[in-house]
């Protein structure tokens, strides 16, 4: 069983209470600790001021190889694998020094804590995990650098993408009028393979891409494997996983994905599609419909969080709020203690007030504890990535979501599609403008 982690990008629904779960699913990508080197490690790519070398390519190679044979796709040849990965590497690696220079920071007890998601979802205790990674070669140092690294990188793209997209009222109104939202409506399961485009693409440039691209449709017409061609090909970020893209909301994706995929038939193949970011060639897997909506429990709740931090660690925040709890069973009042001390700004002027939660709204961590409590009884205190939170549900309900769920939904695709393409922008930026030297000639 490969337990190596991956961990993708997250798309939009990088949200604030559903924050309070850190996505769980952790994978391959991330950047890795020295592994031990020879007496002389050649240097293969200078990245500003720092170096990848030889030993580190083909620990990430080892880890790549395994999870291509995992998802049972045939791997492409040794050298357009290793160019393949150097550069996710490269990108990596400038991701992370960008999270650096601006400060970024993950805690232990939070890289702790996507170590026990992954036991978890493994279906192992962390000691277990440990062992089992231990077995295929990879030390559990290495395996923390790897999350951390992916940690930091994902709080750099909620900063500088995610949190940037504005959604305007007018937007929501065009995507519900285009019916794209209704009960019933498609989801993709596509793969895709992009063929980038520098900033500022000369003529030259853009007739080269396109070259390549139809090459490769034709290629594809004629029978090659699309997820070997992904693999072998493709400058999208889904390229190490061949392409996929996994189900998706019709109003997630790329108008010209969607409109695209909608014509086509499980198992066909796009014409070569012109973005923005370049040339794109699209395979429709399987494609289904929503379910529909219906009502639910909805539980009004109210919160007090200390966040935990490298100065605040987790012990000292679970202290802080058994400390509270203990003020508010004495007779201190549960509001104005959560506007005095709660880390969370968006409730803590209300009092810690919540609104109305939806299941599947917050963490699992608590909503179990939202479900667990008696009206108006205190939790003990309960641990999330964010911190520690002590919760008191105040009233219950029955409610049908039908139309808030399709609002919501509405504006969760929007941003996501937004995120997504502004993403590629950014990430294509960042790019072009760090110093990036190949030392080996076998690799440029």
């Not at 939009?12 to 592994?35: E, K, S, V």
Request: proline share 5%.
């Amino acid at each position: 069983m490969s337990v190596i982690p991956v961990l993708r990008r997250l798309s939009a629904p990088r949200r604030a209470l559903a924050g309070l779960l850190l996505c769980a699913a952790l994978l391959p990508a991330g950047q890795a600790a020295p592994a031990p080197t020879a007496r002389l490690d050649r240097v293969l790519v200078i990245v500003n001021n720092e170096v990848i070398t030889e030993s580190e390519l083909k620990a990430r190679l080892k880890e790549v190889r395994k999870s291509i044979a995992s998802q049972k796709i045939a791997a492409p040849p040794e050298d357009v694998l290793k160019k393949q990965v150097l550069e996710r590497m490269v990108l990596e690696k400038i991701q992370f020094q960008v999270a650096t220079l601006t400060g970024i920071q993950v805690s232990n007890d939070r890289v702790e804590q996507a170590v026990q998601r992954i036991a978890q979802q493994n279906r192992l205790t962390p000691a277990e995990l440990i062992k089992a990674l231990k077995q295929e070669g990879i030390e559990p140092a290495r395996f923390r650098s790897q999350i951390r690294t992916q940690l930091v990188i994902q709080q750099l793209v909620e900063r500088d993408v995610q949190n940037r997209i504005n959604v305007t009222d007018g937007e929501i109104e065009n995507f519900l009028a285009a019916g794209e939202n209704r009960a019933g409506g498609s989801e993709y399961n596509a793969a895709h393979i992009l063929i980038a485009l520098p900033e500022a693409a000369t003529p030259e440039a853009i007739e080269a891409a396109r070259t390549r691209a139809d090459t490769l449709w034709r290629e594809l017409k004629q029978g090659a494997d699309f997820q070997q061609a992904a693999l072998a090909h493709s400058q999208g970020q889904t390229a190490l996983e061949g392409g996929q893209l996994g189900w998706k909301k019709a109003g997630q994706l790329p108008a010209l994905f969607t409109a695209t995929l909608k014509q086509l038939r499980p198992g066909e193949i796009s014409e070569v599609l012109r973005g923005p970011n370049g040339f794109h060639i699209l395979k429709l897997i399987d494609k289904r419909g929503q379910a529909q909506e219906r009502p639910v429990t909805q539980a009004r709740a109210r919160h007090i969080l200390i966040r935990a931090t490298e100065v605040v660690p987790m012990n000292e925040a679970k202290r802080r709020i058994e400390q509270l709890r203990e003020r508010i069973e004495q007779g201190e009042d549960f509001a104005a203690l959560a506007r005095v001390h709660s880390d969370d700004i968006g409730s803590s002027t209300g009092g810690g007030d919540l609104g109305w939660l939806t299941p599947g709204q917050a963490s699992p961590d608590f909503e179990r504890a939202v479900e667990g409590l008696k009206l108006n009884e205190l939790s003990a205190p309960v641990r999330t990535p964010y911190g520690v939170h002590l919760i008191q549900v105040l009233e219950r309900r029955e409610h049908d979501i039908s139309a808030e769920l399709s609002l919501n939904s509405a504006r969760q695709q929007v941003h996501t599609r937004k995120a997504d393409e502004r993403y590629e922008q950014w990430l294509r930026q960042l790019r072009d403008e760090a110093y990036v030297e190949y030392r080996a000639e076998e690799l440029k």
